[in-house]
């Protein structure tokens, strides 16, 4: 879903604009400029206009060629995904990874950075780095789905923590077949089962917001994850968070630290959820 209604150009007055202005080629002069949450960028309309449709609209609706000013509200990821889609358009080398990629995806969204505009767009370029290499890692998948706080509901609407949440429970599945065979010891025709051990990506799982955890687990219950490591994953995630030893911070450094009140409540909320 295109959220058409969240990119506005204000016929009646000059945008806010904000106080810094990035350039992204500081020698060549720009003939756009574009506010994200108080950031202005000086840029190039040709670019633009040639991969994103909202931007093109936006242009195409002003007054002529005296609209320079326009003003993106609530433009998923902020600032720094904008850039990153501006560097995009402009065709200049940036590495799409796990840490960006729902930004950049949510981003391509609201931009409408379709095929219909140019080939290989920003949409399909996430899309195919999500198919092909985040939802057959279940690390990356947890790394990604980290990533989506803060990206509702356009995160939920494109379907990155639906694919990110089956990518996990999946990759639990498959991590869960092999370590059970591997702890098939033949020893002549009698196989010695050895002892179970702790699964990895329990702590992983900590890094993730309960909501999402919450959906995790469901989903690996569905898939068949053996009781007595969603029991494991339970009791880890809840010590875990309790004690503020996830990963969370690691992965998501944006995430706010909150106040000892909100913090509290927080806990009480973990525990509601995993009672």
Known sequence: MVLMSEASINASSTPKLGNSTTRIFSDVAGDITIAVHGESFLLHKFPLVARSGKIRKM????KGCS???????????????????????????????????????????????????REE????????????????????????????????????????????????????????????????????DSPDLKCPT????????????????????????????RPDSIVASLMHYAQASLEGTSKSQFWNPSRPKLSPLALQNHQITIVETLA
């Open 59 to 62: 242009v195409g609706d002003g």
């Open 121 to 188: 767009n920003l949409i399909a370029r996430t899309e195919m780095y999500l198919n092909e290499i985040v939802i057959h890692s279940l690390e990356k998948s947890v790394q990604v789905l980290v990533s989506c706080e803060g990206l509702s509901p356009v995160a939920e609407q494109v379907g990155i923590t639906d694919a990110c949440v089956e990518g996990i429970a999946m990759n639990a599945c498959k991590e869960q077949l092999v370590s059970g065979l591997s702890r098939l010891d033949y020893v002549g």
């Open 67 to 117: 609209a320079t000013k326009f003003e993106l509200l609530n433009l998923p990821g902020g600032p720094q995904a904008f850039e990153l889609a501006v560097k995009f358009c402009y065709g200049m080398n940036f590495e799409i990874t796990t840490a960006n990629v729902a930004h950049l995806r949510c981003v391509g969204e609201y931009l409408e950075m379709t095929e219909e505009y």
């Open 198 to 225: 702790l699964e990895w990506w329990i702590e992983d799982l900590s890094s993730l917001q309960i909501d999402f955890y919450e959906r995790v687990i469901c989903a690996m219950a569905r898939k068949g994850i």
